[in-house]
């Protein structure tokens, strides 16, 4: 009998993490000739493998693909860190509709695959920060929220644009207790939506979004404390008024609308100085908006950011 010995570049695709997978598709794009001749021995199809990189990004070094997804704040699936990544995979995301609302000219039930049948994708990488003090940098691929925003043509009316997470307790077991007053929604105000680094997410790695991490798509707003970038939404409303969002109902104290990352507010039960870099040992400084100020500060010309927290 003919034992065939693997090469160690034959991952058998199990024995593969998506890390290793768009880490060896990153060595092989920036590629020799022998690398391209290994290419098709190699078990990577990752759905977003050709997706451009953005000049958006940071260079930091990335946190492991394992982390990013087993370390998850999605209430929906439970308030454990663990629970997304053992509860998630009961969601359907197909197919998926996304309804448009208020003030905008073109409202309606868009089927998901319609609206991202053209739509031009990049990655961009991204720090998130949780209120929490932890922080992670994670290769998403998405779009500019900006491009769906003028799809949807919003009215002169439209000052703020809210977002709701799906509501299906049959498959989101959190949703059988009432922490959030449910569905999950976020808010951003108009001109906040439309820069360029807000994003709507569509997977992260090279590959289609994991569901803990919101599939099939997510809003990441980076120089915003994580809570505002709402997972698996399914609707999109057009306000004149400034809309509810589900941490700042729940606590008004703690979780204001603009939650912008400012490390010289403290929580009310922790200070915002710092932050621990998941796969770090050394805590790091904060910065201000996330280190995104020179892009966004002047969205915030004049007003108080003590007050509007
Ligand atoms: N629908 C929904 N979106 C959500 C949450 C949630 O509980 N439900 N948690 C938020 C918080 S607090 C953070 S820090 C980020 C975490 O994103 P990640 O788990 O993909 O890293 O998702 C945000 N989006
Ligand atoms: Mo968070």
Request: charged letters at 25%.
């Amino acid at each position: 009998m003919l034992v065939r010995v693997k090469q160690d570049w034959e991952l058998r695709e199990r024995d593969v993490t998506p890390e290793r997978l768009y880490l060896n598709r990153r060595r092989f794009m920036a590629g020799s000739a022998a690398a391209l001749a290994l290419a098709p021995g190699m078990a990577f199809a990752a759905k977003y493998d050709d997706v451009a990189p953005s000049p958006f990004s940071t260079d930091e070094k990335l946190t492991s693909f394992d982390a990013i997804t087993r370390y998850n704040n999605f209430y929906e699936f439970g308030t454990g860190k663990e629970d997304p990544a053992k509860y998630a995979h009961n969601l359907t995301t197909e197919p998926w509709t996304i309804s448009v609302e208020g003030e905008c000219h073109r409202p309606g039930i868009y089927g998901l695959d319609d609206l991202l049948a053209n739509q031009d994708l990049e990655e961009r990488i991204y720090r998130l920060r949780c209120v929490e003090a932890w922080s992670m940098v994670i290769p998403w691929v998405g779009f500019p929220l900006a491009d769906w925003i003028n799809t949807f043509e919003p009215t002169g009316n439209a000052k703020y644009v809210q977002f709701d997470t799906l509501y299906r307790p049959s498959e989101m077991r959190g949703q059988k207790r009432g922490f959030i007053d449910w569905p999950y929604q976020e808010g951003l105000r108009l001109d906040e939506a439309m820069h360029p680094l807000t994003l709507i997410a569509v997977g992260l790695y090279g590959q289609t979004m994991p569901k803990q991490n919101g599939a099939p798509i997510r809003l990441v707003v980076p120089w915003k404390y994580g809570f505002k970038s709402i997972k698996s939404i399914v609707n999109v409303r057009f306000t004149e008024t400034q809309p509810e969002t589900a941490w700042n109902k729940e606590n008004p104290r703690e979780y204001g609308f603009y939650s912008n990352v400012n490390p010289d507010v403290d929580h009310p039960r922790w200070s915002q100085k710092s932050e621990r870099r998941i796969g770090e040992l050394r805590r790091r400084t904060t910065l201000p908006f996330n280190g995104y100020g020179e892009q966004v500060a002047s969205l915030y010309a004049g007003m108080d950011l003590r007050k509007n927290y």
